[in-house]
């Protein structure tokens, strides 16, 4: 019995054995002879080989995976991801000497025979016999074709990618056979086409165009002789021949293939010699896969496209079939997303907040009546540095967020509005509300089982001088605690829950909103995507619309292109006409009089709000014109910053205020997405103001309560929880804004007289 040699490896003898084995196979193949499962010549253990008969005759050629390319909404590419970076081309886009090049080095014989070289195998097992290992291969390009198939097919998972490869003489027959049928399938020009597109070129590129362009930067067509020598070379041994990593070696592999060019009649002598006399001539292209390589800020935008498309059924109803499409890849998604629109969110984000700042930014655009995202940008990048974050703040926990979402303070206020609007109450409804006041009890909820308050929590305005009664557009410009919850203990708390519902609220980890008069205070975590998208039905009418970050797929596939279904904006009334337009009048009044002064836009219709919760941990401006929508955070993802003596964007800050600092981020991101583009106004109404230019407009940011969990409020003032949901008073004195300078037409904010409000503010449960 022949011995093995020092090592584990094959004698010569063993070794010519194993080829002339192979040779007769192939014979046997030739001639559709089926194989015993103990191969001839002692090739194979027994039960090692499968009948040949036995292989299925179908060799499904697969899809390749290649890269995906995700565009702006004007075409303007964000990002390429991929599993696999690969671009299929014809072969009529690959350059001659490329065709050549991989031929002379890899099959030199491949015009001439046919699935399996005869020739070839009894040369490799003479020189692999005198070199006493294996020196030559005997696999044609069509083998190694199959080979590759079967290596595609098994992706990334380890196990199969072993056996796709393992050097069994029972894959070798299969390998034979699907051979066998490709030649009669394809013909060679599809065989070679298909080859240099899926064979890999090392440094992550899958096929020749992408093989080109990572050496290069060029397409394929456009290769140089000296070039497609280098990438053919490289193909035998991609590390071993990496020319960015050894350039000794691979200029003596591509030297090699431009020798045996000649050889074989490609080429001739003198071109061979001129060609061994270039340099390499690199002109590398980084790999630029994934969205960390976004542009102008795109990488969270891009990481929530991914996640819409691991999670929509529309493209799959599995998470297995979705992850198979993503990653099978080839495909061009548009998006939304709107080039100045996130221009500008970036560059706003910039000026007012530094990614190296204790707290960090967000903010989120989005068009009412379409739901499309126009933008979605934060201070600090995408990354896993320092200062850089993977965490997406402005959309929810499942999609990629942090945390649940941040508590919003009294941007939740106008949703208790409209829900009272929508049960009759007027615009000029009146309540007491008093500077404190037990939680009125008990409060009507959507079950038959009413919210008591039990443990007689009190709720407290901002200061001592915020005494009722109020009628609701000043209660809305001062931020009045007491009036909302009074306004809640009116109308119930299932009209508010079913207001939200139609505005699409939820918490940040995708449950509702508890069913509890604090509701009213902004205590719980909500998304800033969640609230641009509920602020655009005011800017809408009262139209909401589902948010949407396609607009469009194609996916390219054997050569053939097809366009894939994609997730579709629904739209419904969540309130009617006139609900809507009276919000509008009472938010328009808050940026034209009251805390939101510093983030008012000068030259087209706009509103919003402020809001600013306990401890200063977070500060949002949320507002919107009729074609634009936006919301604005600052504060701390963990939520343990307190935002007092604090610099921001490099201004100091005594105390942070949702106008003040989101506010302005608001005005010039908006400024900047709204430039050039239709400036329309709203449907305002004209509510009655009983107390005209009483007081002085205050910042209802002014204050601070208590803690999310708890805790005695700051500033001489206590906070309180009513059922786990944190309620807070005022403290802060009001800050008061000189008479606005801005000059608007006549007639547009209609009837809103009450210049100067005093806005004050609530915690955790009820700050501005």
Same mark, same amino acid.
């Given at each position: 019995?022949?011995?093995?040699?020092?090592?584990?490896?094959?004698?010569?003898?063993?070794?010519?054995?194993?080829?002339?084995?192979?040779?007769?196979?192939?014979?046997?193949?030739?001639?559709?002879?089926?194989?015993?499962?103990?191969?001839?010549?002692?090739?194979?253990?027994?039960?090692?080989?499968?009948?040949?008969?036995?292989?299925?005759?179908?060799?499904?050629?697969?899809?390749?995976?290649?890269?995906?390319?995700?565009?702006?909404?004007?075409?303007?590419?964000?990002?390429?991801?991929?599993?696999?970076?690969?671009?299929?081309?014809?072969?009529?886009?690959?350059?001659?000497?490329?065709?050549?090049?991989?031929?002379?080095?890899?099959?030199?014989?491949?015009?001439?025979?046919?699935?399996?070289?005869?020739?070839?195998?009894?040369?490799?097992?003479?020189?692999?016999?005198?070199?006493?290992?294996?020196?030559?291969?005997?696999?044609?390009?069509?083998?190694?074709?199959?080979?590759?198939?079967?290596?595609?097919?098994?992706?990334?998972?380890?196990?199969?990618?072993?056996?796709?490869?393992?050097?069994?003489?029972?894959?070798?027959?299969?390998?034979?056979?699907?051979?066998?049928?490709?030649?009669?399938?394809?013909?060679?020009?599809?065989?070679?086409?298909?080859?240099?597109?899926?064979?890999?070129?090392?440094?992550?590129?899958?096929?020749?165009?992408?093989?080109?362009?990572?050496?290069?930067?060029?397409?394929?067509?456009?290769?140089?002789?000296?070039?497609?020598?280098?990438?053919?070379?490289?193909?035998?041994?991609?590390?071993?021949?990496?020319?960015?990593?050894?350039?000794?070696?691979?200029?003596?592999?591509?030297?090699?293939?431009?020798?045996?060019?000649?050889?074989?009649?490609?080429?001739?002598?003198?071109?061979?010699?001129?060609?061994?006399?270039?340099?390499?001539?690199?002109?590398?292209?980084?790999?630029?896969?994934?969205?960390?390589?976004?542009?102008?800020?795109?990488?969270?935008?891009?990481?929530?496209?991914?996640?819409?498309?691991?999670?929509?059924?529309?493209?799959?109803?599995?998470?297995?079939?979705?992850?198979?499409?993503?990653?099978?890849?080839?495909?061009?998604?548009?998006?939304?997303?709107?080039?100045?629109?996130?221009?500008?969110?970036?560059?706003?984000?910039?000026?007012?907040?530094?990614?190296?700042?204790?707290?960090?930014?967000?903010?989120?655009?989005?068009?009412?009546?379409?739901?499309?995202?126009?933008?979605?940008?934060?201070?600090?990048?995408?990354?896993?540095?320092?200062?850089?974050?993977?965490?997406?703040?402005?959309?929810?926990?499942?999609?990629?967020?942090?945390?649940?979402?941040?508590?919003?303070?009294?941007?939740?206020?106008?949703?208790?509005?409209?829900?009272?609007?929508?049960?009759?109450?007027?615009?000029?409804?009146?309540?007491?509300?008093?500077?404190?006041?037990?939680?009125?009890?008990?409060?009507?909820?959507?079950?038959?089982?009413?919210?008591?308050?039990?443990?007689?929590?009190?709720?407290?305005?901002?200061?001592?001088?915020?005494?009722?009664?109020?009628?609701?557009?000043?209660?809305?410009?001062?931020?009045?605690?007491?009036?909302?919850?009074?306004?809640?203990?009116?109308?119930?708390?299932?009209?508010?829950?079913?207001?939200?519902?139609?505005?699409?609220?939820?918490?940040?980890?995708?449950?509702?909103?508890?069913?509890?008069?604090?509701?009213?205070?902004?205590?719980?975590?909500?998304?800033?995507?969640?609230?641009?998208?509920?602020?655009?039905?005011?800017?809408?009418?009262?139209?909401?619309?589902?948010?949407?970050?396609?607009?469009?797929?194609?996916?390219?596939?054997?050569?053939?292109?097809?366009?894939?279904?994609?997730?579709?904006?629904?739209?419904?009334?969540?309130?009617?006409?006139?609900?809507?337009?009276?919000?509008?009048?009472?938010?328009?009044?808050?940026?034209?009089?009251?805390?939101?002064?510093?983030?008012?836009?000068?030259?087209?219709?706009?509103?919003?709000?402020?809001?600013?919760?306990?401890?200063?941990?977070?500060?949002?401006?949320?507002?919107?014109?009729?074609?634009?929508?936006?919301?604005?955070?600052?504060?701390?993802?963990?939520?343990?910053?307190?935002?007092?003596?604090?610099?921001?964007?490099?201004?100091?800050?005594?105390?942070?205020?949702?106008?003040?600092?989101?506010?302005?981020?608001?005005?010039?991101?908006?400024?900047?997405?709204?430039?050039?583009?239709?400036?329309?106004?709203?449907?305002?109404?004209?509510?009655?103001?009983?107390?005209?230019?009483?007081?002085?407009?205050?910042?209802?940011?002014?204050?601070?309560?208590?803690?999310?969990? #708890?805790?005695?409020?700051?500033?001489?003032?206590? &906070? +309180? $929880?009513?059922? =786990? *949901?944190?309620?807070? !008073? /005022?403290?802060?004195?009001?800050?008061?804004?000189?008479?606005?300078?801005?000059?608007?037409?006549? #007639?547009?904010?209609?009837?809103?007289?009450?210049? &100067? +409000? $005093?806005?004050? =503010? *609530?915690?955790?449960? !009820? /700050?501005?």
């Amino acid at each position: 019995m022949p011995k093995k040699r020092s090592g584990g490896g094959l004698s010569p003898t063993q070794q010519a054995a194993k080829f002339l084995g192979v040779s007769v196979l192939a014979g046997a193949v030739m001639a559709g002879i089926a194989l015993p499962a103990a191969g001839a010549l002692g090739l194979a253990a027994k039960g090692s080989v499968q009948g040949f008969d036995d292989i299925p005759d179908n060799l499904k050629s697969p899809s390749l995976s290649q890269r995906t390319t995700i565009l702006d909404s004007k075409g303007g590419q964000i990002a390429t991801v991929y599993s696999r970076d690969r671009t299929v081309v014809d072969l009529k886009d690959i350059a001659p000497s490329m065709q050549k090049a991989i031929v002379a080095i890899e099959d030199s014989r491949f015009y001439q025979h046919g699935a399996i070289d005869l020739k070839g195998i009894l040369r490799a097992v003479n020189q692999n016999a005198q070199n006493g290992g294996v020196a030559q291969g005997a696999s044609t390009l069509t083998q190694q074709l199959v080979k590759n198939y079967f290596v595609e097919e098994a992706g990334d998972d380890p196990t199969k990618v072993a056996q796709a490869t393992q050097q069994t003489i029972g894959r070798k027959i299969r390998e034979l056979k699907y051979a066998i049928q490709l030649e009669e399938k394809l013909g060679k020009k599809k065989i070679l086409e298909n080859y240099l597109n899926i064979t890999f070129f090392g440094e992550q590129a899958y096929g020749i165009e992408a093989a080109s362009q990572r050496y290069f930067s060029k397409p394929a067509k456009d290769l140089k002789l000296q070039e497609s020598a280098l990438l053919a070379g490289i193909v035998q041994s991609p590390s071993r021949y990496d020319p960015v990593n050894d350039e000794e070696e691979a200029v003596k592999r591509r030297n090699t293939v431009l020798q045996r060019m000649a050889e074989v009649h490609d080429i001739s002598q003198e071109q061979a010699d001129a060609a061994k006399a270039t340099k390499l001539g690199l002109h590398v292209s980084q790999p630029k896969n994934g969205c960390i390589t976004a542009v102008k800020g795109g990488a969270f935008f891009c990481k929530y496209v991914e996640k819409v498309f691991l999670s929509d059924p529309v493209f799959g109803k599995t998470k297995e079939e979705r992850a198979k499409v993503w990653n099978q890849g080839g495909l061009t998604i548009r998006t939304t997303l709107d080039p100045q629109s996130q221009a500008s969110i970036q560059a706003s984000l910039k000026d007012h907040v530094y990614k190296s700042d204790k707290v960090a930014a967000a903010a989120t655009l989005v068009e009412p009546g379409t739901g499309k995202i126009l933008g979605m940008g934060q201070s600090k990048p995408y990354g896993y540095g320092k200062n850089e974050t993977e965490y997406n703040y402005s959309v929810n926990y499942d999609m990629g967020g942090s945390n649940y979402g941040f508590p919003t303070g009294s941007t939740f206020k106008p949703f208790v509005a409209a829900a009272a609007l929508e049960q009759g109450r007027p615009a000029t409804q009146e309540y007491s509300s008093p500077n404190k006041m037990p939680y009125p009890s008990p409060v009507q909820t959507c079950s038959s089982k009413p919210w008591t308050n039990q443990a007689n929590e009190q709720v407290p305005n901002e200061s001592a001088s915020e005494q009722g009664p109020y009628q609701l557009k000043e209660a809305m410009a001062k931020s009045v605690n007491t009036y909302f919850v009074q306004m809640i203990s009116d109308i119930g708390l299932c009209p508010v829950m079913n207001q939200i519902d139609k505005l699409g609220v939820v918490q940040g980890n995708g449950d509702k909103l508890p069913e509890v008069p604090a509701i009213a205070l902004g205590a719980k975590g909500i998304s800033p995507l969640t609230m641009a998208t509920a602020y655009a039905a005011f800017a809408s009418r009262g139209m909401y619309c589902t948010p949407v970050a396609i607009e469009s797929i194609s996916q390219q596939i054997g050569g053939h292109e097809k366009s894939l279904d994609v997730p579709k904006s629904t739209c419904s009334r969540a309130m009617s006409e006139k609900t809507a337009d009276t919000v509008n009048s009472l938010l328009s009044g808050v940026i034209d009089s009251g805390t939101g002064q510093q983030a008012g836009l000068t030259d087209r219709a706009n509103a919003g709000k402020t809001g600013t919760t306990d401890e200063r941990k977070n500060a949002w401006f949320v507002g919107y014109t009729p074609n634009l929508s936006g919301a604005v955070w600052v504060g701390s993802a963990s939520q343990r910053v307190q935002m007092r003596g604090i610099q921001i964007g490099g201004v100091w800050h005594d105390k942070v205020y949702g106008g003040q600092v989101p506010g302005p981020i608001w005005r010039d991101l908006m400024t900047g997405a709204l430039s050039g583009k239709d400036a329309p106004s709203f449907n305002l109404v004209n509510i009655p103001d009983p107390e005209k230019d009483k007081g002085k407009g205050q910042d209802d940011d002014n204050n601070n309560g208590r803690g999310h969990h #708890g805790g005695r409020g700051n500033d001489n003032t206590t &906070g +309180n $929880t009513v059922n =786990g *949901n944190t309620i807070s !008073g /005022q403290s802060d004195g009001g800050v008061t804004f000189p008479t606005p300078s801005i000059s608007f037409p006549d #007639g547009w904010i209609q009837g809103n007289t009450n210049s &100067g +409000n $005093t806005n004050s =503010g *609530n915690g955790n449960g !009820g /700050q501005r």
